[in-house]
């Protein structure tokens, strides 16, 4: 998509947010030359700040390709914010609903129209705790797979510095003033799926394959090494439920042992 068709809303956006983040952030973009020039494709993006989309957004927005996000539902549907995301041609997702399926036949669409959709495959805002990206969901996977578009693995790091996700406090940290960090690397080679029937095996190594190309990225933005396997959030919680328990047994079997000492406490008094 060239800047002449990126539309009437999108610029409005730009007008609205480019501003101060040229003022507030110091950027540090990388990789523009592996968006494609042309053509529908996949962005997959990691996720580690509320702010972060801002930052992907005005990067993507300076390749002249500007992408179309899968969001929540909630904020299509009223104020400024629902205005803009429907202005902007932004996918509506709708979780735990039998409308799910649709944010994916409209990715499919607009992936075959010649357009970008971008695809935070976490879903959420990671839980690992140094911030790496953790298992993906299947999502960006089965688009892929449809398509056969070039999937372009993304990685961001520094709006985590300025809003860290899950912080008690939601306030901004500008000062001292952040770098927002933002590097597209070569599209992922899935060329030994295409042609595979997507079953939940194929869609779960695709995730794989596409979630290390944004580790991998993102390690090399850091200068870190990653965590040899992905943070998976629903182990961690099952381990969480699993400690409760065992605390909450503990508890009861320490209970009749205070109970008695109590009550020798009271007949000595």
């Known amino acids: 998509m060239s800047r002449r068709r990126i539309g009437f809303w999108y610029r409005l956006a730009a007008v609205i947010c480019k501003p101060p983040l040229l003022v507030l952030f110091k950027r540090d973009w990388r990789g523009m030359e592996n968006i494609p020039a042309d053509g529908g494709f996949i962005t997959a993006v990691n996720h580690n700040s509320y702010l ?3 930052s992907y957004a005005h990067y993507q927005y300076n390749t002249g390709r500007v992408p179309r ?4 539902s909630g904020l299509f549907r009223s104020g400024f914010v629902g205005l803009m995301m429907r202005g902007t041609g932004q996918i509506p997702v709708y979780r735990e609903t039998t409308d799910a399926a649709n944010a994916f036949r409209a990715a499919v669409t607009a992936i075959e129209k010649g357009e970008c959709v971008a695809f935070y495959p976490e879903a959420t805002l990671t ?3 140094a911030l790496w990206p953790m298992q993906g969901k299947t999502g960006a996977a089965r688009v892929a797979l449809l398509t056969k578009a070039p999937v372009i693995p993304v990685a961001q790091w520094g709006a985590n510095e300025a809003m860290p996700p899950y912080a008690k406090e939601k306030k901004l940290r500008l000062l001292p003033r ?3 960090r933002v ?10 799926y295409h ?7 194929v869609l779960r190594e695709v995730t794989e394959t596409i979630m290390a190309a944004i580790t991998a990225q993102l390690a090399d933005v850091r200068g870190e090494n990653p965590p040899a396997v992905p943070f998976d959030p629903r182990r961690a919680l099952a381990h969480e439920r699993r400690a409760a ?4 047994r503990a508890a009861a079997a320490a209970e009749p042992v205070r109970s008695t ?7 000595g008094k």
Do not use: W
């Open 52 to 54: 972060d989309p801002l």
């Open 69 to 72: 996000f899968l969001a929540k």
């Open 127 to 129: 839980r690992d705790p």
């Open 178 to 180: 952040k770098t927002l």
């Open 183 to 192: 590097q597209a690397g070569p599209p992922v080679d899935l060329s030994a």
């Open 195 to 201: 042609g595979k029937e997507p079953t939940a095996e």
């Open 245 to 248: 328990r065992e605390a909450a």
């Open 261 to 267: 000492q109590q009550a020798q406490e009271d007949e």
